[in-house]
């Protein structure tokens, strides 16, 4: 047997050796690292994660800033306005988060099967479900379309929006809150009072002045339907709508600039559901009582 000394891991390089390399060979070899990749460097090495003498920015966030500046176009600049005391490494994640492809990330509610795909969902007949995505949008314009597919083309009870970046799971329970229907556009304080202050209890500065907290188009029927979670809960009809019979694709565009959100069913154009009234973080979500199969993608807007 060889000596137990032998086989201990070798000691890491001196960190004053970092010190005496250049600034700029640093930050081009740690510009081959994503956002998390810098977070964890800057925590491991004060050389990254300290701002140097008469430095504004530590190197990490040097790395971020740079990046972000060299590859962001304009329209995704117009995407990503700076919040309030947000890192530099916080913006190029949020970057980088806007160029992945959309996914469901949290299902609520029991009619869901496990999902194969994270951009589908597959729901079964029964009660109330939603499916939201992690996504936050911010600014600019974000077009998406749910292409959906039913059982029973006379069954098409499906709302299909924007809701703020809330959890529908954590803390609430599925029967004494939601009552074994999950539909946040349903909440207000007369109808669910507990679950209505648990979601507004989650609201942040990122949500901006609006109080339209949930707004989606209802596929049966094409009404506008939306909740500000505490005493408003809207049904309106709106120029052009036209609800979805039988399995198709709805498009949705979200203008933050503008703060509306206008509806295309099979790539024809029907017209602008909300009017104004939309600013601050929003995230898609469906909400599905029927037996159908829901996609989601980003597409570029139909001419």
């Known amino acids: 047997m060889q000596p137990r000394d032998s086989k201990r891991a070798k000691p890491l390089p001196d960190p004053t050796l970092l010190e005496a390399l250049d600034n700029d060979l640093l930050i081009r070899c740690a510009s081959y690292l994503d956002a998390d990749g810098l977070v964890r460097l800057g925590?491991?090495?004060?050389?990254?994660?300290?701002?140097?003498?008469?430095?504004?920015?530590?190197?990490?966030n040097e790395v971020a800033h740079q990046l972000f500046r060299q590859s962001a176009t304009d329209e995704e600049r117009g995407c990503l306005p700076e919040h309030d005391g947000e890192s530099d490494i916080g913006q190029y994640r949020a970057l980088e988060q806007l160029r992945e492809p959309l996914s469901f990330d949290e299902l609520a509610g029991d009619g869901f099967s496990p999902q194969e795909n994270r951009a589908r969902v597959t729901h079964a007949p029964g009660n109330w479900s939603t499916a939201v995505s992690g996504h936050?949008?911010?600014?600019?314009?974000?077009?998406v379309e749910f292409t959906i597919t039913y059982e029973d083309q006379y069954s098409t009870y499906v709302h299909l929006g924007v809701i703020r970046p809330v959890s529908l799971t954590n803390d609430s329970d599925l029967e004494a809150d939601w009552r074994g229907n999950v539909n946040p556009i349903y909440v207000s304080s007369c109808r669910k009072p507990q679950l209505s202050e648990k979601?507004?209890?989650?609201r942040t500065a990122k949500w901006g002045d609006s109080e339209v907290h949930c707004c989606g188009y209802y596929c049966f029927g094409g009404?506008?339907?939306?909740?500000?979670?505490?005493?408003?809960?809207?049904?309106?009809?709106?120029h052009g709508h036209e609800g979805l019979d039988g399995s198709g694709t709805i498009g949705l565009l979200l203008?933050?600039?503008?703060?509306?959100?206008?509806?295309?069913?099979?790539?024809?154009?029907?017209?602008?559901?909300?009017?104004?009234?939309?600013?601050?973080?929003?995230?898609?979500?469906?909400?599905?009582?029927?037996?159908?199969?829901i996609s989601m993608s980003k597409s570029r807007v139909p001419n």
């Open 223 to 238: 009404r506008c339907e939306g909740t500000d979670w505490d005493t408003k809960v809207t049904y309106s009809e709106w």
């Open 136 to 143: 936050a949008m911010r600014g600019g314009r974000h077009f």
């Open 43 to 60: 925590r491991a090495s004060a050389t990254f994660g300290t701002p140097q003498a008469g430095q504004q920015r530590s190197l990490a």
């Open 199 to 202: 979601l507004r209890s989650q």
């Open 255 to 293: 203008d933050l600039d503008e703060g509306t959100l206008s509806v295309f069913k099979n790539n024809r154009r029907l017209g602008v559901m909300k009017d104004g009234g939309l600013s601050g973080e929003y995230c898609w979500f469906v909400s599905v009582y029927s037996p159908c199969v």
